[in-house]
């Protein structure tokens, strides 16, 4: 059965940093690209950061770029998120998902369990 176990969240402080890990079992690690979203309570689940499944190409939503990184490490099926200068309303739960497409039509698409991120004082 496939998995992704997020690990890393927790509570930090305004203008801390925080580095979540994805560890993935039981499929193709590097032949999928790689997506970290997040959902704040009362809100929909957003796309934060996504890398390509050779790590060549990544992406942000403008909420967070210039603060976040995603990377990875196929070698050992792990993906990151390492989060600077964390805001208050960064505070979610991050979800780890991975996705394949075959001529732009998505194949299969898991998720992790979620950790969560509390950014307070």
């Known amino acids: 059965q496939v998995q992704l176990v997020e690990s890393g969240g927790g509570l930090v402080q305004p203008g801390g940093s925080l580095r979540l890990s994805c560890a993935a079992s039981r499929f193709t690690f590097s032949t999928y690209a790689m997506n970290w979203y997040r959902q704040a309570p009362g809100k929909a689940r957003e796309l934060v950061a996504a890398?390509?499944?050779?790590?060549?190409?990544?992406n942000y939503a403008d909420s967070v770029k210039d603060r976040f990184t995603i990377s990875r490490d196929n070698a050992k099926n792990t993906v990151y998120l390492q989060m600077n200068s964390l805001k208050p309303t960064d505070t979610a739960v991050y979800y780890c998902n991975a996705v394949k497409k075959r001529l732009g039509v998505v194949v299969a698409n898991y998720w992790g369990q979620g950790t969560q991120v509390t950014v307070s004082s």
């Open positions: 890398i390509t499944s050779a790590g060549d190409n990544a």
